[in-house]
């Protein structure tokens, strides 16, 4: 007597049975996964016409906004004139990019905050300066975030975002 688990296959319906698909069916599938890949394409496109710009006037593309001297006054919280200035730290590997610029000596053209600066004198960057050889103003602002960082070189400014270096009696142009 033979196993009767052996037979078993011939018992099963058709749809669960091995060689349901047919050769035909194998062939077709891969155009009907093409159609469906390119039509899902279509869909996601935006058309052009459609677009409508909220913001057409206030974009400047490639033009960045530079402050004037008067502008840097206001703008910042402390203003300091000095020649003796140097990149002393830097940081890019992770995140953004930041420097720190020690100040040896310099005279205090406006305070809001600090009336008397002990020297060497700390702040934080997050440009590179393009320092000049001659007296400086250095526009300052309150340390915003960077906790760390401040807590471990003791900083309290950090420089005024869309200052530029302007020489000590430079007009604005």
Same mark, same amino acid.
């Given at each position: 007597?033979?196993?009767?688990? $052996?037979? !078993?296959?011939?018992?099963? &319906?058709?749809?669960?049975?091995?060689?349901?698909?047919?050769?035909?069916?194998?062939?077709?599938? &891969?155009?009907?996964?093409?159609?469906? @890949? $390119?039509?899902? =394409?279509?869909?996601?496109?935006?058309?052009?016409?459609?677009?409508?710009?909220?913001? @057409?006037?206030?974009?400047? =593309?490639?033009?960045?906004?530079?402050?004037?001297?008067?502008?840097?006054? +206001? @703008? %910042? +919280?402390?203003?300091?004139? /000095?020649?003796?200035?140097?990149?002393? +730290? %830097?940081?890019?590997?992770?995140?953004? @990019?930041?420097?720190?610029?020690?100040?040896?000596?310099? $005279?205090?053209?406006? $305070? /809001?905050?600090?009336?008397?600066?002990?020297?060497?004198?700390?702040?934080? %960057?997050?440009?590179?300066?393009?320092?000049?050889? +001659?007296?400086?103003? !250095?526009?300052?602002?309150?340390?915003?975030?960077?906790?760390?960082?401040?807590? =471990?070189?003791?900083?309290?400014?950090?420089?005024?975002? /869309?200052?530029?270096?302007?020489?000590?009696? =430079?007009?604005?142009?």
């Amino acid at each position: 007597m033979k196993n009767r688990c $052996t037979y !078993i296959g011939f018992f099963l &319906p058709n749809s669960m049975k091995i060689n349901v698909f047919k050769p035909r069916l194998c062939y077709c599938m &891969p155009f009907f996964l093409m159609i469906s @890949a $390119t039509s899902c =394409e279509k869909q996601n496109q935006v058309s052009d016409r459609h677009k409508v710009d909220l913001f @057409a006037d206030e974009r400047q =593309e490639g033009k960045a906004y530079v402050m004037n001297v008067d502008e840097c006054f +206001d @703008a %910042s +919280d402390m203003v300091l004139s /000095t020649s003796d200035i140097k990149l002393v +730290d %830097s940081s890019s590997g992770r995140g953004r @990019a930041i420097f720190i610029y020690r100040l040896k000596s310099g $005279t205090i053209e406006k $305070t /809001t905050r600090d009336s008397v600066i002990s020297y060497p004198f700390q702040f934080l %960057s997050k440009q590179r300066l393009h320092l000049k050889k +001659d007296s400086m103003y !250095i526009f300052l602002k309150k340390l915003d975030g960077y906790r760390f960082i401040a807590q =471990e070189k003791k900083l309290k400014y950090q420089w005024l975002k /869309t200052a530029p270096v302007y020489s000590v009696g =430079e007009e604005s142009k």
